[in-house]
Each structure stands twice: as structure tokens, then as C-alpha cells.
């Protein structure tokens, strides 16, 4: 399975725009590229997900870079709510066995 | 609907006692899983189903049974508890392939196990 790179933490300010990015330069054609998230004591949730075009949801954004091997997860204000660990991860085989990185904890200053 | 239930949500076992962890969807999802997260760490994938009656194994099996007699319910039976498995489980599910394409995954809440 193609792996995934992303900071190990980040720090952002409540209600500015936060830039989470993931390298994946081994992605192959048919990979999406998935965003979960995972609040404090909660299951992983679904933030986004693309395959080659950037993408938009009430959520966040995601920015795929042209030639695929990296991404970034935009989220446009940051609230408190928004702290969590965040994953980058890659799917080729219909959204099951997903391969979890130790994904990017995000702390959100008020 | 309640989505990916799990119980119970806390649990401690002694050394070698078995016990069974509860999963439950009511979105008609195929595909179900089994993850366990340790401190610190990303999730790793224990037993996966892609339809009632198909269980197949994932990255770290060792330790744990998993069977699939209903689209809703996909159990977690641990054998001899030791204390490497303690951890935290999530539940998985999602359309899989009746889904098409990244289709979107639902945990559940968890269950926190220790085992002593």
C-alpha cells in the first residue's frame, strides 16, 4: 500500500485558516486521497476525499497538488472544535483496509 | 439511524480471560472492520468483512476471532487476553463495493480495553 508523510503536530489561532499537508509520492493512478480526523476519546470521521481535482465541502477544502504526490487539508477558520489528529490516507480498494499514519495533531490556540 | 455501535465502551480483563467485543451498523453497510489503536498511534487494521459470512484477516490478527452471520453485526471475540492487547477497538463500516469508488468509512465510539 502506497504510505502516506505528514507533520507530526501543528498549531494554529482560532479563526485563521490552517494548511495541513501530506505527501504521498508513491500514489499510484487509482489511489483517492482520504481525511479523517479524530477528535480527543471519539472515533475517526470523514473530513474530505479527491482524486485529482481540488475538492470543497462544508468542512474543508482539499488542494491536490498536479501531480498527485502531495495534498493539502484547508480548513478555512479554525475553531476550537477543529483540534484533533488529522490523517492523510490513500484508498484503492473501494474505501476498506485503510492504512492509518500516525496523522498530524493540530492544536488551535484561542 | 445510531450508525456504528460498539459495546462496551470500557472493559478490564486479568491475563488470559476471553471476552467478546460488540459491533452493530443499521446502514445496510457491507463492508465492517476491526481496528485497535495504541497510545500515540494511528489505527491498525485487526479482521475485515466484506459481506456476511466472509471474514478475512488484517494487518495484526494474532489474538482475536472475528465471524459475520448478519450484515449488522460483526463481534470481536478475544481468546486469552494478554496484556499487549490492551488498546483501544474501533468498529468500522462502510458500502464497500456496492459503494463504488471512496466511499466514506463510519466508526464507532470505541471500547477501552486493559487487560491486567
Known amino acids: 500500500d502506497a504510505k502516506t508523510t505528514q507533520p507530526n503536530s501543528m498549531e494554529s489561532n482560532e479563526e485563521e485558516p490552517v494548511h495541513l499537508p501530506c505527501n504521498h509520492s508513491t500514489i499510484s493512478g487509482t489511489d483517492y486521497i482520504h481525511w479523517y480526523r479524530q477528535l480527543p476519546s471519539q472515533g475517526p470521521e470523514y473530513v474530505i476525499h479527491g482524486l485529482t481535482s481540488n475538492v470543497n465541502n462544508r468542512m474543508a477544502s482539499l488542494a491536490i497538488a498536479e501531480d498527485r504526490k502531495s495534498s493539502t487539508l484547508i480548513l478555512h477558520r479554525a475553531t476550537l472544535r477543529d483540534a484533533a489528529v488529522y490523517y492523510c490516507i490513500l484508498e484503492n480498494n473501494y474505501g476498506q483496509n485503510f492504512v492509518f499514519g500516525p496523522g498530524t495533531r493540530l492544536s488551535v490556540l484561542p | 439511524n445510531a450508525g456504528v455501535t460498539q459495546t462496551p465502551k470500557f472493559q478490564v480483563l486479568k491475563t488470559g480471560q476471553s471476552m467478546t467485543l460488540q459491533c452493530a451498523q443499521d446502514?445496510?453497510?457491507?463492508?465492517m472492520s476491526w481496528y485497535r489503536q495504541d497510545p500515540g498511534m494511528g489505527l491498525r487494521l485487526i479482521h475485515y468483512?466484506?459481506?456476511?459470512?466472509?471474514?478475512d484477516q488484517g494487518e495484526v490478527p494474532n489474538g482475536y476471532n472475528v465471524s459475520r452471520s448478519t450484515t449488522e453485526d460483526f463481534p470481536l471475540r478475544l481468546l486469552s487476553a494478554a496484556p499487549s492487547q490492551t488498546s483501544v477497538y474501533f468498529c468500522?463500516?462502510?458500502?464497500?463495493?456496492?459503494?463504488?469508488?471512496?466511499?466514506?468509512?463510519?466508526f464507532g465510539p470505541g471500547t477501552r480495553l486493559t487487560v491486567l
Open positions: 468483512s466484506v459481506g456476511a459470512g466472509i471474514t
Open positions: 446502514m445496510n453497510h457491507e463492508y
Open positions: 468500522a463500516s462502510s458500502r464497500g463495493l456496492a459503494g463504488g469508488r471512496a466511499n466514506e468509512q463510519f
